[in-house]
């Protein structure tokens, strides 16, 4: 009957952002999303982990007390782009795709 949508960052940082040296380079964003559709619940988590040239995307959703997760590793061109603060198109698409099917 009516659907409302929450979105709620957790936390959103980098830390020791150095262009010489990726190895001190860390950073973590998680971002919930709740929706309510006839009474259900409905909780979506996308989460990006970089530490160092290492990284991990993560999709998390939970609904009717069942969770599902799917985590891909990040490609060097998103973990670059991310690094200069720039937006990536399509970032959770495949870890969208996996958990439908």
């Known amino acids: ?7 709620k960052t957790h936390y959103d940082f980098a830390k020791n952002v150095s262009v010489r040296n990726p190895k001190l380079f860390k950073y973590n964003s998680t971002q919930t999303h ?12 996308h989460t990006v982990r970089i530490k160092g040239k ?3 995307k993560l999709v998390t959703i939970k609904e009717n007390g069942r969770r599902k997760t799917s985590k891909k590793k990040l490609t060097m061109k998103e973990i670059n782009c991310i ?7 399509g970032l959770f698409k495949d870890c969208m795709d ?4």
Request: charge should be positive; charged fraction near 25%; aromatic fraction near 12%.
């Open 98 to 101: 996996c958990l439908r099917n």
């Open 83 to 89: 690094r200069k603060c720039q937006f990536v198109p």
């Open 34 to 45: 709740t929706s309510y559709v006839k009474g259900k619940e409905r909780i979506k988590t």
């Open 1 to 7: 009957m009516y659907n409302y949508n929450i979105v």
């Open 54 to 56: 290492i990284g991990h």
